[in-house]
């Protein structure tokens, strides 16, 4: 009997991942526990346990994220560590920082894309009514009737909110004044109070000024139409092409093995897909869009790329 429950036992060991039988997976969110990032990340270690083991959270904030991506990249490739890829992490800093510690288009093992939450353009409703701006096309034209009558706050220099309103003024042709807070939420008081007239932020973030009618939603930044703001236009609608918008998704140290990368995407990408998933991050207003490794690597090779644009014209830079 003894011998029986130590060789059942020896089968039931074998089922596990290699890397899961040694110690818990670590997942690195190089930002501060709480926020939406964090909260997906928890949400999905939650998922995985039972096809990878535990996965134990481990918050690294500091330097725009740039500090807990270096440890992702510095870690051993043997699937113990993986961590987030940000917008910012892997397409903003990169161009953003005089000095960066890591390369993001070399140092890491795409695992999968997790989510992304659309950026909308919103302007103050007092100002949109006495205005008369209805409409993306009403913002433009005004803008261009009035040159830098118009101002826009964001969450700093180079942030997502200053790079969207950036592009947004390429694009369009127009100008308006950049007026840099010290985070999002003073730009949106900013917003609120009509010091400044419009903002690009975050859905999330702005969906409850919305609905209380403070702020007139007038274009959502993804290609399509969020299915949280359905009414709402894309900017592309007016502005061929234009897309900017906050995502994050798995990655691993480069040099991680092809079976590794492929067992832990299969976990993720099933957990994505969960419909508890699903339903936790229609409460952040984040869509999960799980994807192949492949996908994911030129999905941020192309971001990237779109970002050394945008960053360079914006002039930003952190030293």
Sequence with gaps: MKRRTLLLAGSGAALLPAHAQARPIRLVVPYAAGGPIDVTARVLAERVKDSLGT???????????????????????????IGIAAVATHAINPWLFSKMPYDAA??????????????????????????????????????????????????????????????????????AVHIPYNGGNPAQLALLSGQVDFNFDNLATAAPNIRAGKLKALAVTTLQRSPNLPDVPPVADTLKGFSIDTWWGLVGPAGMPREVVQ???????AALQSPEAKARFAGLMAEPVPSTPEEFAGF?????AKYETVVKASGARVD
């Design 55 to 81: 996965v134990i959270i481990e918050n690294r904030p500091g330097g725009g994220g740039n500090i807990g991506a270096d440890a992702m990249a510095k870690a051993a490739p043997d699937g113990t560590t």
């Design 263 to 269: 067992k832990l995407n299969q976990a993720f990408v």
């Design 106 to 175: 070399k140092d890491f093992s795409p695992i999968t894309q997790m989510v992304r939450v659309p950026n909308v353009l919103v302007v103050n409703a007092d100002t949109a009514a006495r205005l008369k701006i209805n409409t993306l096309a009403d913002l433009i034209a005004y803008a261009r009737r009035n040159p830098a009558r118009l101002n826009y706050g964001s969450g700093g220099n180079g942030s997502a909110g200053h790079l969207a309103g950036e592009m947004f003024k390429r694009d369009a042709k127009i100008f």
């Design 300 to 304: 941020m090779k192309a971001e990237l």
